[in-house]
């Protein structure tokens, strides 16, 4: 499973919205997002233009385990 490189933090917000995530706030250049699907989870998302990749990799790999998915289905899911 190879990553994307192109995301960027509002990009991901977006994607998030499939999962039920919605953004609760903002400070400075991170945005973190929350949803209440499968228990509540937050999840800090860097307002970045790219996401770096091992940053990209550890957000995905959190929401995936708290889903319960891999982190490729995951990437299906949110269409990334």
Do not use: C, F
């Amino acid at each position: 499973m190879k990553l994307p490189r192109d995301v960027d933090g509002p990009r991901l917000v977006k994607a998030l919205g499939a999962l039920g995530y919605t953004a609760t706030r903002q400070t400075g250049s991170h945005i973190r997002v929350t949803t209440r699907r499968d228990g509540e989870n937050h999840e800090v998302i860097p307002h970045h233009r790219p996401i770096k990749a091992g940053t990209l990799s550890g957000i995905l790999k959190r929401i995936a385990a708290h889903h319960g998915m891999s982190v490729a289905d995951l990437l299906k899911t949110l269409d990334l």
